[in-house]
């Protein structure tokens, strides 16, 4: 399955992230000693499911490495054309796909095995899209001070997951639709709105499951949807505020530099271990003289 990056957004002067990037793409902030987008790459490029990566927004000046290969495209503007143009390379380089992987480039502590772990989940059915929510409770678990804006249903409290899958056909159905929801995806209430008046009314009074939005969003657009519940926080944790920034470095560094505390113990001799005592040379022992042979006497006549 391919993956596309959205990397196009450039923080402004009234963003809380402007201070940080001073006009330049977000997704190249520095992390734990390279750009932020650069960690989702190496997700993406360990992951066994992925075949290749778009990156919308930057270009090959941006000395980013994968070890998928790697393609290009230019800013096209508003996240939604982005998207659209990261699935029609997709089929450009293989005609035949069905589902793409759109990744958000702000999700550094992405790991290849949950990107693995999504793809071969949502594998299991045939929808059209398959959007990954986090409980709180496990956010929560990972990352007590990451302040997320949760979605309150009957039966969970939710964030939204910034790794999802859809079908290829997406990319030229229901347009007005995911624009309208796109522009929204910070705000759930106005999400709700956008699918009505009782859609909204459901979610402010809480009388509807998970399960139960679902399948009211899929009957109201046309298509066959399914929620994907994360058990881990990394593909949710996403960078939008200094706090959270500052949040995903420490926590990075700190693995940063736990694997490399391994790395040096294995490559140190065991400590305290005494050298192996050398064999004294086996002697070698002359073999003994032969006694010579006793003749026999003869018998007297």
Not at 35 to 40: G, K, V
Not at 78 to 93: C, F, Q, T, V, W
Not at 266 to 276: D, E, L, S, V, Y
Request: aromatic share 4%; net charge positive.
């Amino acid at each position: 399955m391919d993956a596309v990056i959205t990397a196009g957004g450039i923080p402004q002067p009234d963003e809380p992230l402007y201070a940080y990037t001073k006009g330049e793409s977000k997704a190249m902030v520095d992390i734990a000693g390279k750009p932020m987008i650069q960690w989702t790459l190496d997700a993406l490029g360990g992951a066994k499911n992925v075949d290749n990566v778009i990156v919308t927004g930057l270009s090959p000046k941006s000395n980013l490495k994968c070890k998928k290969p790697l393609y290009y495209l230019s800013n096209q503007g508003r996240m939604l054309d982005n998207l659209i143009a990261g699935m029609n390379k997709s089929l450009e380089l293989h005609p035949k796909n069905k589902h793409v992987l759109l990744v958000s480039s702000d999700i550094p502590a992405l790991k290849a095995e949950m990107v693995d772990w999504l793809i071969n989940t949502c594998m299991e059915t045939s929808d059209d899209i398959y959007y990954g929510v986090c409980p709180r409770e496990v956010m929560e678990a990972r990352y007590p001070n990451s302040k997320r804006t949760y979605t309150k249903l009957k039966d969970m409290e939710v964030c939204g997951a910034d790794i999802n899958i859809v079908h290829v056909r997406m990319a030229s159905e229901h347009l007005k639709m995911w624009d309208a929801l796109i522009t929204r995806r910070k705000d759930p209430v106005a999400q709700a709105g956008v699918m009505g008046l009782d859609t909204l009314y459901l979610l402010l009074t809480r009388q509807a499951t998970l399960q139960d939005f679902v399948e009211r969003v899929s009957k109201k657009i046309g298509i066959k949807g399914r929620a994907i519940i994360w058990p881990y926080a990394e593909p949710c944790m996403d960078v939008d505020k200094p706090h959270q920034l500052e949040m995903m470095r420490a926590d990075l560094e700190k693995q940063v530099k736990s694997a490399s505390r391994k790395l040096s113990a294995n490559k140190k001799p065991a400590a305290n271990k005494k050298p192996a005592a050398k064999k004294k040379p086996v002697e070698k022992r002359k073999p003994a003289a032969k006694k010579p042979a006793v003749k026999a006497k003869s018998k007297k006549k």
